[in-house]
């Protein structure tokens, strides 16, 4: 039963450009989590996605947004990056019916080094 | 709305000797409470969670942590340390959506 991935594992940017980063969910989840950890840090929510549609955000710049295809996987897209953007970006699968109290598992983390 | 409080950014124990990591919630409704580890260079890992079922929760790895409703606590232990502890433990409450609000956490340090 594979876990949650993500890639890629790590990515260099410059100031102003643009990044994808991608998230497949734990086998049966339906809902996926976004979290950006900075350095020395605790994982702040970005949003959270589920059939599609952003169910929830955080307090987080349109400058971040994403996706969620039919199979469950989903993208975070970052624009004009910022040297804050730097930080490990962590995807995390659950699943909807079980409430606020599903564990959500978590990925490996995508590091982002904006330059 | 929720928010978490780890006290202490480091603590360091000896080998054998008892872990204690604190965390203090804040939370209008009733809390869904999380421990997760984390590994250098790896995602979080769930420990264990709260519920509201057994106050007293025990999880992976010999950790355990009791949720206290009148001191808004849910500190996590472990009788006896071992090296392979070493790591960054984070506290969370969930919201009703399922949003996961993260405490600064703690890094644990182990001493032969």
């Known amino acids: 039963d594979a876990g949650v991935t993500q890639s890629p594992t790590h990515l260099i940017k410059t100031r102003g450009q643009q990044v994808t980063l991608r998230c497949s969910p734990k086998?049966?989840?339906?809902?996926v989590s976004w979290y950006q950890q900075a350095l020395g840090q605790g994982p702040q929510f970005i949003f959270q996605y589920y059939e599609e549609e952003e169910r929830q955000r955080g307090n987080f710049p349109d400058r971040f947004s994403g996706h969620q295809f039919p199979n469950y996987s989903s993208e975070l897209n970052v624009n004009a990056l910022l040297l804050g953007d730097s930080a490990l970006y962590l995807c995390?699968?659950?699943?909807?019916?079980?409430?606020?109290?599903?564990?959500?598992?978590f990925g490996p983390g995508t590091r982002l080094t904006v330059l | 709305a929720q928010s978490v409080t780890q006290l202490g950014s480091h603590v360091s124990v000896s080998e054998g000797a008892l872990v204690l990591l604190r965390c203090n919630y804040s939370?209008?409704?009733?809390?869904?409470l999380f421990w997760y580890v984390q590994y250098p260079n790896q995602g979080l890992q769930l420990l264990l969670k709260?519920?509201?079922?057994?106050?007293l929760v025990k999880g992976i790895n010999g950790f355990e942590a009791e949720f206290k409703k009148s001191e808004t606590s849910f500190h996590l232990t472990k009788p006896s340390a071992h090296m392979s502890d070493a790591a960054e433990y984070f506290c969370a409450v969930s919201d009703p959506v399922g949003k996961l609000i993260f405490g600064q956490g703690t890094e644990l340090s182990v001493k032969p």
């Open positions: 995390a699968s659950s699943l909807v019916r079980r409430g606020a109290s599903d564990t959500q598992y």
């Open positions: 086998s049966g989840h339906d809902t």
């Open positions: 939370s209008s409704v009733p809390p869904y």
């Open positions: 709260y519920t509201s079922a057994a106050t």
